[in-house]
């Protein structure tokens, strides 16, 4: 268990991960990890499979503690249809049930993954109420010690309460292998972060809404500290991949601590999952959601730069002006990574900062800016400045060959 003291109400969080294991070759330590457990549920998909899956696979079976192993294809979406297959193949047949033999269910869940498999292994993990943990294989985004997962469920993208993982181990060597695309989406989720904890403040100041200093502190500076390695990133430069991973187990941690996504999760993700569920909406695979995300931070940016000049509350100006050298570093940092968009067109652009403020029941500067009876209008307003300042390439042109 990971605790700690504060000077918030609560007074003390605590989360029940038990070990954090950051370092070159992890995967070689997971059984020494999980030598505790006897019979490990091992879920993957085709390519983490190769990449690390399999050689967890031998690890656990040497071991003894292997139940067995679920291989799903790719991309393997964190929807119904997986989390079904994966709670349907979580326990094991035999041919005669016998009451008194020890139950064929697993013990644990492991996924080997990153943010889909994570998101689905932690429902099924909640729901039958078996611990898991997760082997990452990309810093693409900060759920890995998250409370929630945002799971696909018909046409919509609904925020569940699930397990938080026992034990999260990141082998760098494998992170460093990770697909660009999959390091500009962690990227994307963690620059987000500032317009997060504006939001957040912003709602503790309008409607009294519990706020932690302490674990705001930490978000930023887990923030920081992956908008730093960021610049490396493209390099695979080792130190960058481990802040960037870091970073983004961090922000997870804050999460749990918090037991909401309030401290990681505003307007950006409100706007950047809309986008997210109206591909669902037309039957397309979604894009990365870090990615969509980095285009909603560019968004929530240019909303809160336009309130600021605009407004006359002078308790927002002055909570705005906190963030802007952060977000001009963000700007800057687009024009070296050029974190490609996925939505260009103004009709849906605007669609996504509409529908983004009922995405889930979050104050946002969406809602300050509804109550003003203003959302319309800056959503149109920003387009402009937003595609000139920010926009480089669309993701397909930047990555044609891409594989979901």
Request: charged content about 25%.
């Amino acid at each position: 268990m990971i605790e700690m003291d504060c000077t918030c109400v609560q007074k003390h969080h605590s989360i029940p991960t038990e070990v954090i294991e950051v370092s070159d070759h992890a995967v070689e330590k997971v059984g020494d990890i999980l030598k505790a457990f006897h019979r490990i549920f091992l879920v993957a998909d085709e390519n983490t499979y190769l990449v690390a899956g399999k050689r967890v696979e031998e690890i656990l079976r040497e071991k003894g503690i292997l139940s067995h192993s679920l291989v799903l294809p790719s991309p393997a979406l964190p929807n119904a249809e997986n989390i079904g297959k994966v709670l349907m193949e979580a326990g094991r047949d035999r041919e005669v049930y016998d009451i008194n033999a020890w139950s064929l269910n697993p013990d644990y869940i492991l996924a080997v993954g990153s943010g889909s498999l994570n998101d689905t292994c932690r429902m099924v993990s909640y729901r039958l109420g078996i611990p898991y943990g997760v082997v990452g294989t990309a810093p693409s985004m900060d759920g890995y010690a998250s409370v929630v997962a945002p799971l696909l469920n018909g046409r919509k993208k609904i925020v569940y309460n699930c397990s938080i993982a026992r034990h999260i181990v990141i082998d760098l060597s494998v992170n460093a292998q990770a697909p660009y695309p999959l390091l500009l989406s962690g990227v994307g989720d963690m620059i987000g972060k500032y317009v997060a904890i504006l939001d957040w403040e912003i709602s503790r100041d309008r409607n009294g809404e519990y706020y932690c200093g302490q674990i705001a502190d930490m978000v930023l500076k887990a923030t920081d500290q992956c908008v730093t390695a960021a610049a490396t990133l493209k390099d695979r430069d080792m130190a960058a991949i481990r802040a960037a991973s870091e970073g983004l187990i961090l922000s997870g941690e804050c999460i749990a601590f918090c037991g909401s996504s309030r401290p990681a999760s505003g307007t950006e993700h409100m706007i950047g999952q809309t986008w997210e569920v109206m591909d669902v909406e037309e039957g397309k695979v979604p894009n990365l959601h870090g990615i969509e995300v980095g285009e909603g931070t560019f968004t929530a940016i240019e909303l809160f730069r336009r309130l600021h000049r605009e407004t006359d509350d002078m308790h927002i100006r002055l909570l705005i002006e906190k963030y802007l050298p952060a977000f001009e570093r963000i700007e800057k940092l687009q024009q070296k990574l050029q974190i490609p968009f996925t939505v260009t067109d103004k009709k849906r652009y605007v669609e996504g900062i509409l529908r983004g403020r009922t995405f889930r029941d979050r104050y946002t500067v969406l809602q300050y800016l509804y109550d003003l009876g203003k959302l319309e209008e800056y959503a149109e307003a920003v387009y402009e400045p937003v595609m000139k300042k920010y926009f480089h390439s669309t993701f397909r042109e930047q990555f044609p060959d891409w594989q979901h």
